[in-house]
């Protein structure tokens, strides 16, 4: 399987965007058969963000892309790249509003529907268009907004509990033109996979064109085909297996070991399913960024609003080398090593 290896790749400028309304767990209880001794224990979730109305993903997008435009000290990207499940419509994409919002010049904007391995996927794309000399700078972004696409009641409590809302951004940029304030990041590599044999194992089935004579209808709105369905048990299983396959690869092919970094910095699905990770590549409790606790599962978002906090909270050291990996509906997979530049 090829992996990409970068030499002429930084990355900087994490920023984030959180919703003002904090759902605790109670609050949950109020809504459906949940509790927070269940959600805590199965999950480490205690908290998460969610929107109010007419707060959008692009919005959010938009928000988190406006700070790293301005911590990068820059005004202008030659393309952005923007990765959600929840677009503000069934088209076109985000990328769109966020180019439009930014009052960016009329650059290309992509949208990256890998859904938890989302950011992963659009940081490789970004990568490969920097170290080929298509463009220097890219923004991108990964942006979410479940809470109005979960169904909260009973019927749907395994996943309503899971999932929050948020954005997080950065700026992928060719290494000998980068004047950003730091800290700054080496994209040293990624590697990417999928298996649609699983597509129905975590879904959200409708409205889709695979639907006929419509894509939905009230029906189909009642019986709940239109929140996200998943087997959690077989998820969780391939989560963990796939997250240590793939970043024993990329090490592999990096030249480097577990005990080389200093941070993992993961896709938050489950706290336990870090944990498991973690002690399969052997690496203590203490390595891996977990940010779950606070916000849930924001998907594409994830790995972004993880970076932007390690920023500020981990005091970062030329040369520490970190991991990200994640797992997610398609299923997808994948991983990036990163290096804090001098
Ligand atoms: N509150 C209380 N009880 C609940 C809840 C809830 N919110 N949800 C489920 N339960 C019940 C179940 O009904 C079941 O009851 P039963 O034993 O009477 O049948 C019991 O709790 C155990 O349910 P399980 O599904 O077996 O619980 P499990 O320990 O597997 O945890 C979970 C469920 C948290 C969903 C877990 O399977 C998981 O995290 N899966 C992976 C999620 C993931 O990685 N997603 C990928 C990214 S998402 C994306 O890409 C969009």
């Given at each position: 399987m090829r992996a990409p290896l970068f030499s002429k790749v930084v990355v900087h400028s994490f920023a984030r965007e959180i919703p003002l309304r904090k759902v605790p767990n109670?609050?949950?209880?109020k809504l459906m058969d949940t509790n927070d001794d269940w959600i805590r224990k199965r999950t480490g979730i205690q908290t998460r963000y969610w929107v109010d109305e007419p707060t959008t993903t692009s919005n959010l997008g938009s928000a988190s892309a406006k700070k790293t435009l301005a911590l990068a000290g820059c005004d202008q990207v030659d393309a952005i790249i923007a990765a959600t499940l929840s677009p503000d419509f069934n088209f076109p994409g985000i990328g769109v509003q966020i180019?439009?919002?930014?009052?960016?010049?009329?650059?290309?904007?992509?949208?990256?529907?890998?859904?938890?391995?989302?950011?992963?996927?659009?940081?490789?794309?970004?990568g490969a268009l920097i170290e080929t000399g298509v463009y220097q700078r890219i923004l991108v972004v990964g942006a979410e907004v479940h809470s109005t696409g979960l169904d909260r009641t009973t019927r749907g409590r395994d996943i309503a509990v899971l999932f929050g809302d948020g954005a997080g951004s950065c700026i992928v940029e060719r290494k000998d033109c980068c004047h950003a304030p730091g800290p700054v990041f080496s994209l040293l590599g990624t590697e990417l996979h999928s298996d649609g044999a699983f597509v129905d194992q975590l879904w959200c089935e409708h409205p889709g064109s695979a639907h006929f004579p419509i894509r939905v209808s009230v029906d189909l709105v009642e019986q709940g085909k239109i929140f996200p369905t998943m087997n959690g048990k077989l998820v969780f299983e391939h989560a963990v297996r796939r997250m240590v396959e793939v970043s024993m690869s990329l090490l592999g092919k990096l030249n480097r070991q577990p005990r080389d970094l200093r941070l993992i910095i993961p896709h938050q699905a489950n706290l336990r399913i870090n944990s498991l990770v973690a002690k399969q590549l052997g690496l203590d409790e203490e390595q891996v960024f977990n940010t779950i606790q606070k916000y849930g599962n924001t998907t594409a978002a994830t790995i972004p609003i993880g970076f932007s906090h390690a920023v500020e909270e981990c005091d970062l050291k030329p040369g520490d080398q970190i991991l990200s990996a994640a797992f997610g509906s398609g299923f997808t997979w994948g991983a990036a090593v990163f290096e804090v530049v001098d």
């Open positions: 109670d609050d949950l209880a180019q439009n919002d930014l009052n960016l010049d009329c650059i290309p904007a992509y949208d990256i529907r890998n859904q938890c391995s989302g950011f992963l996927y659009a940081l490789e794309m970004a």
